[in-house]
């Protein structure tokens, strides 16, 4: 509190020295007009209508035609069981938006009137007054169209909608010269085609994890009007000066100007104790104008770093700006100082380049996940939906999101929290899995688009590279559409077109302070060289790869590629049953029924996901037929969670090795953070917020140190990783258990070790067939290893979770049924469960069905005879309730 009061209060003392001055640097003009900027929100309630006049409802603008058909009861929750089919109508016909407004004279007598639409998705004929102002074919532009000629008292504004699936279909059929794949999505994710034609979400059409429901619809709608001058928008950006070694901030205004104006305008960053003033002479028209302020060197500034490296420090930026004409300008904005660098340069004893990102001159790994959107009607994401999801990822350790290509540019918020939180962003640009066209109309909306987003994105320190698709240079690469061999340079002339002669042009332009990459996966640097198509995107001696293999053993580390950067990998699973009762009924609740082949949009994936936890467990067998259900998607969450977790300890424990010229992998994301609706995908987070098993391992898995215990060949290897900046001298215990008893049977010790910071390394081996014979009573079906970190100076110093390694499958191994029993108490507005076991239980899984909350812990290895998990509700809740809701199930459970 008095921290903000100081700061306030500098702020305006410097702001009555900047006003003072400029006072005396100007005369000022003195008329009758109106000098500042009305502007008139037309936000609220409108009309919808579709194309033959059937339907005519209210509709609440921002907002599509589907959630205003839901709220008016037209039609159930889209997400309930089939109705993505049953509502596919929605989207194949035409919709208007129209609204009356009335207009004052005094508005209405000034220079000029613009209509300003922060987005219109998609493609739109507008209309004021019977005339038309515009046509819009891009839901990730905003559009503005000067309307002041054709304003009246009264009013009607008309959005004219074209259905996105038939638009994009004309688009296909009227490029005639060459196909532009791919046509259609796969028959299993029951979408719409062509979706390539269209700067609309690319995952509306469908996805392989969710439904089509390409909808129409508005963002925020604004009438402005003025007399002189307005401010359309404002980037803030920050750079490192090395020659002058200090600091310069720059902010970029955008006007719309009317006559020319004369101004002063003032910078303040109160918290550094820095201003400066400046004279601008803004000429008519759409003009740019950049102020640059230098930090004196002498003033010491905090950096922004990112999370687990340090603080997220923002400063308070101030904007006052006057002109002669009266109009004035604030802007209240916050800036963060770091540097960023992409590093590809080569590495002893390997052939190719390393790829990792360096922050504030850190080498940095990447731990966390991709993105997609949060719900596929975007008017429902609320800034609480976000932060819950942005929280959950910080929570489990992760530095760094994907905001992954087939989605939409994100909200403002998301950038702002991510800012906030110390979340890495590697920002895409929205396109995936396809070939684009490159006519000149789609070239110039692409064009205007980034322009638009590097512009509204760029002030944000958490965003630290641009990247120009996902997986296009692959697709042509290893040809994912059949094309012919001939046909080939064709559409890499169209790929070079896009994304290297304008996308990146445009951003190198619009933005020197961040790198950028045409593709991901890509060999970075070297897939330049091979002109931006490489002949293996994939190869893990450059750049980043994607990697998936479903069937073969997930246990067996050998598989995966030592990357340099794993930018996608993972597993399905399926979410839980009190997530999908939300949107099924009794006759669903089955594996093989129709509603659980619906959601499944990835072609065999739920016998992929069986097939793989076939490898290492007992499928549920009870003859309950609800509990087989709950059994599996139980089974499912457990596979996903080990999968993902060995091949993430394999990728951090890679860090710092060269194995046969492949290794220092320096970033982990795997595939995928959050859902977009209640179905059966790769995420950690369900829909609603609740977090999966993995979700949970992902708390340990990314620790700042952790242990990693792996069997290379009978040899038991644990490695420590550190993303520390500081080195730690540390042992390592193993400590072996029988599965039927909760008292170890014998434990080792490693020596001293010094674990670098920023270092992963191999701490201690030891061949698992002369521990076990050491230890007496063990084998490795009756066994398992518990490991951790130790400070060699102070052995109750842990570092670290405590992992551990199964000596067999568990499905072979001789698991005892652990009786688990749990109590309840309530801790204020926290509730604490007290478990108690007979044997080792392992994936221990509490679950509280539609108590929306979040266990700190779950999923856990329950290895003592009395352990306190804590649950923190989202609702108010009782221990009755809890008590009767709470399910425990661990392995041994489920058969
Ligand atoms: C009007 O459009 C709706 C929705 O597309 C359709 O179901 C209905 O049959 C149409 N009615 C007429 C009279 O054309
Ligand atoms: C929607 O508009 C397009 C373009 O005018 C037209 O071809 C199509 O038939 C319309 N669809 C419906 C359902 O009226
Ligand atoms: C920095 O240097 C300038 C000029 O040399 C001086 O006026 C100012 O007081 C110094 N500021 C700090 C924080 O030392
Ligand atoms: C690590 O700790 C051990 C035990 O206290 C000590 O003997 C050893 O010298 C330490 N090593 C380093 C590098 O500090
Ligand atoms: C389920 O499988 C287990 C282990 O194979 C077996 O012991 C049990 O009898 C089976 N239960 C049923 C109901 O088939």
């Given at each position: 509190m008095i921290q903000l009061q100081r700061v306030g209060l500098s702020a305006f003392i410097y702001f009555l020295i900047s006003v003072s001055l400029c006072r005396h640097s100007q005369t000022a003009t003195v008329n009758d007009q109106s000098t500042e900027v009305e502007i008139h929100s037309l936000n609220g309630k409108w009309i919808l209508r579709n194309e033959n006049g059937t339907y005519n409802l209210p509709a609440v603008v921002p907002g599509c035609v589907h959630t205003a058909l839901h709220k008016q009861n037209f039609i159930q929750d889209p997400y309930y069981r089939l109705n993505d089919l049953e509502y596919r109508w929605i989207s194949l016909d035409n919709w208007t938006y129209s609204l009356t407004f009335t207009v004052p004279q005094s508005t209405r007598r000034m220079k000029k009137a613009v209509l300003v639409f922060d987005?219109?998705?998609?493609v739109s004929t507008i209309t004021l007054n019977g005339v038309t102002v515009g046509t819009t074919d891009n839901m990730f532009r905003s559009y503005e169209f000067e309307v002041g000629a054709i304003l009246a008292k009264d009013n009607l504004l008309e959005v004219r909608f074209m259905s996105a699936v038939t638009y994009a279909s004309q688009r296909d059929h009227a490029h005639s010269a060459y196909r532009v794949p791919p046509a259609c999505p796969p028959p299993v994710q029951k979408g719409e085609c062509?979706?390539?034609?269209?700067?609309?979400?690319?995952?509306?059409?469908?996805w392989d994890w969710g439904p089509s429901f390409p909808t129409q619809g508005l963002r925020a709608v604004e009438l402005q009007a003025f007399n002189f001058i307005r401010l359309q928008s404002y980037t803030t950006t920050t750079a490192w000066d090395s020659s002058l070694s200090c600091w310069n901030v720059e902010i970029e205004l955008s006007f719309d100007v009317v006559v020319t104006t004369n101004g002063c305008f003032t910078l303040v960053l109160p918290e550094l104790k820095v201003f400066q003033m400046f004279q601008l002479s803004i000429k008519p028209g759409q003009t740019r104008e950049t102020l640059s302020l230098q930090i004196p060197s002498n003033v010491s500034v905090d950096l922004w770093w990112p999370n687990g490296h340090g603080e997220q420090t923002q400063y308070l930026l101030f904007m006052e700006g006057r002109t002669e004409s009266r109009v004035t300008f604030h802007i209240e904005t916050k800036v963060a100082f770091r540097t960023v660098e992409l590093v590809q340069e080569p590495i002893p004893s390997s052939p190719g380049l390393s790829f990792y990102f360096r922050v504030n001159g850190r080498p940095i790994f990447l731990k966390g996940s991709n993105w997609i959107p949060a719900?596929?009607?975007?008017?429902?994401?609320?800034p609480e939906t976000l932060r819950n999801l942005l929280e959950s990822a910080v929570d489990a350790n992760m530095n760094a999101l994907r905001v992954w290509g087939g989605g939409v540019y994100e909200q403002n918020t998301f950038y702002s929290l991510c800012d906030e939180l110390g979340i890495m962003v590697w920002q895409d640009f929205m396109f995936a899995c396809a070939l684009y066209p490159t006519d000149q109309d789609f070239i110039e909306t692409v064009r205007e688009e980034v322009v638009q987003q590097v512009r509204r994105l760029?002030?944000?320190?958490?965003?630290i590279v641009w990247s120009g698709n996902n997986e296009n240079e692959a697709a042509i690469a290893t040809d994912w559409f059949g094309i012919p061999v001939a046909e080939r340079p064709k559409y890499v002339k169209d790929y070079v077109t896009l994304y290297v002669e304008n996308i990146r042009n445009i951003v190198q332009k619009e933005d020197a302070s961040r790198p950028f990459l045409v593709s991901s996966p890509t060999n970075g640097v070297e897939s330049e060289k091979e002109g931006f198509v490489a002949r293996n995107p994939y190869d893990p001696h450059y750049g980043d790869t994607h990697f998936y293999s479903?069937?073969?053993?997930?246990?067996?580390?050998?598989?995966?590629p030592r990357t340099r950067f794993a930018s996608e990998y993972g597993f399905q699973s399926w979410p839980s049953f009190s997530t999908l009762s939300k949107v099924s009924k009794a006759e669903d609740w089955?594996?093989?029924?129709t509603f659980s082949a619906h959601r499944q949009h990835h072609e065999l994936g739920n016998t992929q996901m069986l097939l793989q936890a076939a490898l290492h467990y007992i499928l549920p067998n009870s003859t309950n037929q609800l509990k087989h259900y709950k059994d599996t998607l139980y089974i499912t969450q457990v596979m996903q969670a080990q999968c993902v977790k060995m091949q993430t300890e394999f990728y951090r424990r890679s860090r710092s090795e060269i194995i046969n010229g492949e290794g220092h992998t320096m970033g982990a994301l795997y595939w995928q953070l959050n859902d977009i609706w209640q179905g059966p995908s790769w995420s950690s987070i369900e829909f609603g917020g609740k977090w999966k098993m993995l979700h949970h391992l992902a708390v340990d898995f990314f620790s700042p140190v952790l242990a990693v215990g792996f069997e290379d060949s009978d040899t038991l290897k644990i490695y420590g990783v550190s993303d520390l900046s500081t080195d730690l001298n540390l042992t390592v215990t193993v400590t072996v258990y029988e599965w039927g008893s909760l008292i170890p049977v014998c434990s080792v010790e490693s020596e001293s070790c010094a674990l670098k910071g920023g270092g992963a390394m191999l701490m201690m081996q030891h061949s698992v067939p002369a521990l076990l014979k050491d230890c007496g009573k063990c084998d490795r079906h009756s066994c398992l290893v518990t490991f951790d970190l130790r400070d060699a100076t102070d052995p109750s110093n842990q570092h670290g979770p405590t992992g551990h390694l199964f000596l067999t499958s568990p499905k072979e191994a001789g698991l005892q049924p652990p009786n688990i029993k749990a109590s309840v108490e309530r801790d204020g507005d926290v509730f604490a469960f007290t478990l108690h076991c007979d044997a080792v239980a392992v994936f221990v899984w509490l679950d509280v069905e539609d108590v929306a909350g979040r266990f700190e812990s779950n999923g856990f290895l329950l290895l003592s005879q009395r352990r306190t998990v804590r649950f923190f509700p989202w609702r108010p809740t009782t221990v009755e309730e809890l008590s009767k809701k709470l399910h425990i199930t661990s392995l041994r459970d489920v058969y």
């Open positions: 987005g219109v998705d998609t062509h979706v390539n034609f269209i700067r609309k979400a690319q995952c509306s059409f469908s719900h596929i009607f975007q008017d429902l994401v609320t760029k002030s944000h320190p958490s965003i479903y069937l073969s053993d997930c246990w067996d580390w050998s598989q995966f089955n594996y093989l029924s």
